[in-house]
């Protein structure tokens, strides 16, 4: 109910419904509403967003690297990553001898769920939004922690030491770099002076320089390092390369899902897409003015304001461009250790985010 | 005791106990390999850890056992040849200079001039191509994967160069007793100037994306470090050795086919970063050798003598009179030679030969000891084996 | 100082043949052999062990050495009769012998005593014979998988 | 769920059953098949899995200049769960030979194999002499495609993958009736084999699982066993002769077919 009410999309779509069928609007239709468009989004964002960032990615590295990549399954190779999600759903599920059963058939739902419930909060342009959360920062932060849990449980229900070195590497990380994440995220939410996404995208409404990444000039000195910090911290958390050592394909063969086949592997495969691409949205919307433009147009009063459309190509470049910017460090670096990676968090991630959190407070008390 | 396959894992040295008693450790035991995207090939290796950290590493070889020696005694000479490509895959015509060196020492057979100048080249060429793909090979056990396909597009090349002589991308069969079997044109002699001046160019480009890369730097500067008094305890030679601070190259040790006519250098580590006989110094090491193999082969193409390019009084039949000869000579991956007995027989009495892989890697055991997995990826990659000369 | 010459001096009783290219030294004495000719010789390098079968009654195994400065190769040689051959190890001088001398016990079944580790290295453990002797019969099976037409 | 380690594992696709042509060609059935080997040959994910010279071949083909990734298939996956095909690419030796059917084992269904190069194909230049070489992967996992050479050349591989790629779409095809001279080839017959229609599914030829009972003692080896024995007990007491002779009867010492008698006996065993 508290979701229905807070999105308008869903409150829209509970007194259409209601309207149909010549009633008053009640709790129920609310729930519906809200169902729809969880549903909806499920279909329109996430299927598209694991499957073409799989596509990117490999198009990309492709490039990078003097290849052509997939050009051969439908146009440019379009529907390759369609090709590979039909193959893996018809594949053979194997639940290999020894495996903790429940926990091995869990586990990737939890983490697909986990990634992809991120995307409730993502305010994708004005207005649309599945639920915006007043805690909606601190929600999206909390997902991520529920995703280790998911990748704890498959690499230990594997019964396969690989799969338990990755995961106990997972948890080391991950949970080591919520600490530089959350800090680096409470940075433009003392800023907004809210923990909600959409109030802190329109804490930066107006031209460029009310971005809070240079948010009138003065905040870069805290706000550039914070947004390096969660960027970094961001990739650590999605397991992206240089930190991809959960799965470390050349240390540990396949890491945690080294024994999930099909669809079950499909599940962690393409929520890593997801999580990197609801960080960046969330960079962006916390950094980068998430859905206004640079020039204003959407700020209030401006020729734009409110057009959804308008928003939502902005957001969708700003997030891409951070999305492959991210493809693009993955096929450039090498992996780091796991020791370094430890190193890197605590003695050099979380004192800068502690300046930079002491820095925000301070601008935030002067200016 | 534990034992996992014949293979006696010592027990002793666990880690002092830190932990509080109720804290239940247990040392893990992994079987990497032989299917493992880093043992390069079909190596195992049973690891015992303490969590991440290496407290033993014990490499299994034998799963590319070819039987090549036996080969070797039942085939006549000719035929007995193309086996040795097939030993050492990335570095296949200075396997064959390591067979036929020692045949011919020991049956006395004159080599033209031309012959020595185009094993030389068409060997150098092998080797270039050997240590770029080790070389991309190490980053992509590091994670990096874009330098190893920027490596291989001038592999690609130098294959092409090589096929152009011999008619094989991979496995040649080239170098023969008394000489090579084809001549190479003058086009093909400009191709490979131009070829050098490609790889030349692109040194640059590897170096910056791979080799001083910064999180590269810290994976393997100082990590896993063979001094020269381990390397030469355990037969290892090449690379490795040089890196080690020894400088024993055999072609300038012990000059053979005419390498004493050119002028190059032997790098030897350490180089500008690191401490002698680390990862990162085995793998500067590599890109140093590509430059003075680079050298040697323009020299070489300059210098090439007129003349035939094969003895003719060695023809199919041709068997060697009663000896032997042990002959080494410097390949890719360190020294290869053989120790070949001759009864006068249509074949060798007995051909063996060294890999120096079987060897190099022979020291994984005491120098992992304490890595990281990680590191011993490092190790691993920094060695570079090849399983066909290893397993032989 | 040539290997026979310091081989003669230090161990003259220990000596069967010597020439320029090699010196055959008894099978006991291969040890003390080998140390005369890392001390005098400035052998630093065990290069190579090869195992030659030489039928009907003889084995031999054949050490070489490598010098690095002036680069040579030394040679030592070792023969043993075929029925019971049997060498003392020299793994615990020179690392590289260890997987040397398992190789040649794996093809060629001349055995080191001493080794820490006597196991067939390249061949798994229950094959049948040494391949590298010249009576060598090729097996028929292994494990199922057929190894003839 | 099936459990992995399962020998004689059922077909992940039954043999195609024959309908009535026209309600063959118009449910939608088929038309699913049809997506499901459509999207099984454009995502053939090789395992990554080099034994030997080969192997550098097939990263050549993953490489810049040849680029398998235009079919899709550039996603060499470390784990033998997560891949459909096994390009067998070397020489698979006796010691390698339980590994390669452990890991077609641990493969997910459906997985298809490629025997890359002359070694894989039968035993290629090692025929003769190799005595530690298995003449051919197809003895101890069933092949789809044999891809001949030493080694073949990255062309060649990728033509192996997309005549691969015909094998798979071959069954919907028939099945879709879009091949209208076509009639049902006879069971087990060579053209049922070639497509891909085979009543006899691969793993029901290969012999399968036979290192798991690798320590289970063959009648042959007890009788050695015993003779064995029985000559030990006669070296051991040489006065007792007479009765061993007669107490246990020369078990006759099993000799195998075409093996030249054995070498004079050494002392097996480590130092």
Known sequence: MILAEATPLSHHLATWLAGLLGMQPNWLFSAVGALLVATVILLIVVTPVGLGGVYLERKLAGRMQNRRGPNRVGPYGLLQAVADGVKLLAKEDILQRGADSPLFRFAPYLVFLAAFAGFVVLPFAPGVIAADLDVGLFYFLALIALETVGIVMAGWSSNNKWSLLGAMREVAQVVSYELPLGLAAMCPALAAGSLSLVAITDYQAGPIWNWLLIRHGYWAIAMVPAFLLFYTAGLAAAKRAPFDLPEAESELTAGFHTEYSGMRFGMFFLPEYAMMLSLSAVASALFLGGYHDPLGLSAPGGAFEGAWWWGFLWFFLKTTFLFLSQIVLRWTLPRIRIDQVMYLCYKVLLPIGMGCLVLSAALRLLG | MTTIQGVRLDEGERAAPTLPRDILTEELVFNMGPQHPSTHGVLRVVLRTDGEVVREAQPLIGNLHRCCEKILESLTYVQGLPYVDRMDYLGALNMEMGLVLSVEKAAAVEVPKRAQYLRVILCEINRVISHLFAAGQFGLDMGAFTPFLYMFREREEGLTLLNEVTGGRLLYHYIRYGGVTRDVSDDWKRKCIAWCDQVAAHMDEYNNLLTYNHIFLNRTVGVAIIDRETALRYGATGPILRAAGVPRDLRKDMPYSCYEDFDFKVPVGPHDKGVVGDSWNRHRQRLLEIEESLKIIRQAITKLPAGDVSNPKVTRGWKAPEGEAYVASEAPRGEISCYFVSDGGKAPYRARMRGPSFYNISLLSETSRGLLIGDLIALMGSIDITLGECDR | MTPAEALRSALPDAVEEATDAFVRVKAEKVVEAARVLREKCGAEMLHQISGVDRPPDKMEVVYHFARLKPAAFLCLKVSVPRSNPVVPTLANEWASANWGERETWDLLGIRFSGHPHPYRILLPEDWEGHPLRKDYAYPVEYHGVDCVE | ?271
């Open chain 4, 1 to 271: 769920m099936t459990e992995a380690t399962r020998p004689g594992r059922p077909s992940y696709m039954p043999p195609p059953e024959r309908f009535d042509p026209e309600v063959e060609q118009t449910i939608l059935l088929t038309k699913a098949e049809w997506l499901v080997d459509w999207s099984r040959k454009s995502a053939l994910w090789p395992l990554g899995f080099g034994l030997a010279c080969c192997a550098i071949e097939m990263i050549s083909t993953a490489m810049t200049k040849f680029d398998i990734s235009r079919f899709g298939a550039e996603v060499f996956r470390a784990t033998p769960r997560q891949a459909d095909v096994m390009i067998v690419a070397g020489t698979v030796t006796h010691k390698m030979a339980p590994r390669v059917q452990r890991l077609w084992d641990q493969m997910a269904d459906p997985k298809w194999v490629i025997a890359m190069g002359a070694c894989t194909v039968g035993g290629g230049p090692y025929f003769k002499y190799g005595y530690h070489v298995v003449k051919g992967v197809d003895k101890v996992v069933p092949v789809d495609i044999y891809l001949p050479g030493c080694p073949p050349r990255p062309e060649a591989l990728l033509e192996a993958i997309m005549r691969l790629q015909e094998l798979v779409e071959a069954r919907s095809k028939r099945l879709n009736g879009k091949d209208p001279g076509y009639t049902p080839p006879e069971k087990g017959s060579r053209q049922a084999k070639k497509d891909g229609l085979s009543p006899v599914e691969p793993w029901e030829t290969a012999k399968a699982h036979k290192f798991d009972d690798a320590k289970k003692k063959t009648e042959e080896d007890e009788a050695k066993a015993k003779a064995a024995a029985a000559a030990a007990k006669k070296a051991a007491a040489p006065a007792a002769g007479a009765e061993g002779a007669s107490g246990a009867p020369a078990a006759p010492k099993p000799e195998r077919p075409a093996r030249p008698p054995k070498p004079p006996e050494t002392p097996e065993g480590g130092a």
